[in-house]
């Protein structure tokens, strides 16, 4: 299955969640990616739980977990799930691998891996964009310090001239 994804890349990157400020995939979202059913998901990686430290797989707490639906991220197939999913990083789901044996396991894996990949290589580019902005601006700053201060100058509004106040002598014609 090389050259075409089986699974629209678009699909998987909608379910790439941040939490705890982790990218993560929710277990119900990658039964639906594995075809298979989430309770079945759940049961291979309780029987391999040595496999999944908490730095590739937690379960969300019962606040997250509401949290989520309130903001609808939850796709139709959450109904009426009685306990919190189970969220997976990229290595949770590399770890998959080993203990989902299918070869649609593997091959989608193997994309969503890739999806993971090119979300870094983004937010890397972004940073470094948002780096080089701030350099220019501190150097367009400093080359341009002078030029903004006569344009503060010359936003100042001028002070009115103010009439004397009193009486001054007249001048008297002479004829």
């Known amino acids: 299955m090389t050259g075409k994804s089986i699974i629209p890349v678009e699909r998987i990157e909608k379910a790439i969640l941040l939490i705890r400020n982790q ?3 929710l ?7 594995y075809e298979v059913e989430t309770r079945v998901l759940v049961q291979v990686v309780k029987r391999n739980l040595e496999r999944f430290p908490e730095d590739f797989m937690f379960q969300l707490s019962r606040e997250e977990f509401n949290i989520l639906r309130s903001q ?8 009426g799930r009685r306990y919190p999913p ?6 949770g789901v590399a770890m998959l691998s080993s203990v989902l044996r299918s070869q649609r396991a593997v091959h989608v894996n193997i994309e ?5 990949i090119r979300l870094r290589k983004m ?4 940073e470094a964009l948002a780096r080089k902005l701030e350099t220019l601006e501190e150097k367009y700053d400093t080359q341009f310090q002078e030029v903004f201060e006569a344009i503060r100058r010359l936003m100042v509004p001028p002070e009115p001239q103010r009439r004397a106040i009193g009486f001054r002598k007249r ?4 004829g």
């Open 123 to 126: 937010l890397v580019s972004h």
């Open 23 to 25: 990218k993560v995939i």
């Open 27 to 33: 277990d119900a979202d990658l039964a639906e990616l």
């Open 72 to 79: 609808s991220v939850m796709s139709s197939n959450w109904g």
């Open 86 to 91: 189970y969220a997976f990083t990229e290595h």
């Open 112 to 116: 969503i891996i890739r999806a993971f």
């Open 171 to 174: 001048e008297e014609k002479t």
